[in-house]
């Protein structure tokens, strides 16, 4: 064996080396076959996944909620109002998650309004017009967040979630608001 020759099958073996250590680092984890598909849209656009056609209608932060006689709650409350619908069928259309997400913090949709838009059944080609609420760290009132909306399962595999982002510094602030029962009709 020649002292030339005998450099080939260490270079080889180290390209061999190097491109498993390029394979391994672009090879997406396991679980990342499973992983939702966000559909992101502007806030201000309408937003279409297997299960909901949505669009925000309207922002606000309130001091407290009230529900006509029924209900009502202090706090830092971000209520967003909703126009949703189903796409092609009324099987499991319906927003069974509704989350934001600020600064890497999951807020989850309240579910003490009695009037909330989640779970309320939706219909092919007829918006329901209705409202989340999310109960927020006090002085939790600036900076990014996402909406997310999503169907009926909490933790959505190969399924689609629709993300519309919001700037919390340009949301308008009241003192007190109102919450409506979910409505069938045009925003």
Known sequence: MSARGG??????????????????AVTPPEDALTDPFFTRVAVDDTATSRTLIAAVQETSFADRLTVADKWEADGNWLVIELAVSAPTTE???????????????????????PTSLLRAKLRVGTDTVGTLAFELPEGLRTGNGEL???????????DDVITF???????PQETDRELDEPRLGAP
Not at 148 to 158: A, I, M
Not at 165 to 171: G, I, K, N
């Open 148 to 158: 997310r909306l999503t169907g009926e399962y909490p933790t959505p595999r190969l």
């Open 165 to 171: 982002p919001l700037s919390l510094d340009e949301v």
């Open 91 to 113: 099987e499991d259309a319906v927003i069974g998650v509704a989350s934001l997400v600020v600064d890497g913090q999951v807020f989850l949709a309240s579910e003490r309004p």
């Open 7 to 24: 450099w080939v099958p260490w270079v080889a073996g180290v390209a061999l080396v190097l491109a498993a250590g390029v394979v391994t």
